[in-house]
Nanobody, 122 residues
């Protein structure tokens, strides 16, 4: 019901910046919440930042002040601007969409993108 297409990540030096985008498409009218999660080797997937349809944002403590999430509801796209990147930000970043409204009603499922690698060198 929801397809999430992420932009490519990349390799960046510590202190640098990178911007990720994720576009959602499918048979729905709206998405309640979109966001980004990440998973480093040997670690569990963790929340990075989320953005609800009402404009509420939530950030992991480790990225507050460095990362900014934004969202364009008109085209169901979410962005993650990552500044002052650190080697510990290295991970596969996954786009997430949670809760969709369709003509058949509301579904609270989670949908995931394919993931994009972000590598920060020291």
């Amino acid at each position: 019901q929801v397809q999430l297409v992420e932009s490519e990540g990349g390799l960046v030096q510590a202190g640098g910046s990178l911007r990720l985008s994720c576009a959602a498409s499918g048979s729905f009218f709206s998405i309640r919440r979109m966001g980004w999660y990440r998973q480093a080797p040997g670690n569990q997937r963790e929340l990075v930042a989320t953005f609800t349809g009402t404009g509420t944002t939530n950030y992991a403590d480790s990225v507050k002040g460095r990362f900014t999430i934004s969202r364009l509801n008109a085209n169901n796209t979410v962005y993650l601007q990552m500044n002052s990147l650190k080697p510990e930000d290295t991970a596969v970043y996954y786009c997430n969409a949670q809760g969709i409204m369709t003509r058949r009603g509301f579904y609270s499922n989670d949908y995931w993108g394919q993931g994009t690698q972000v590598t920060v060198s020291s």
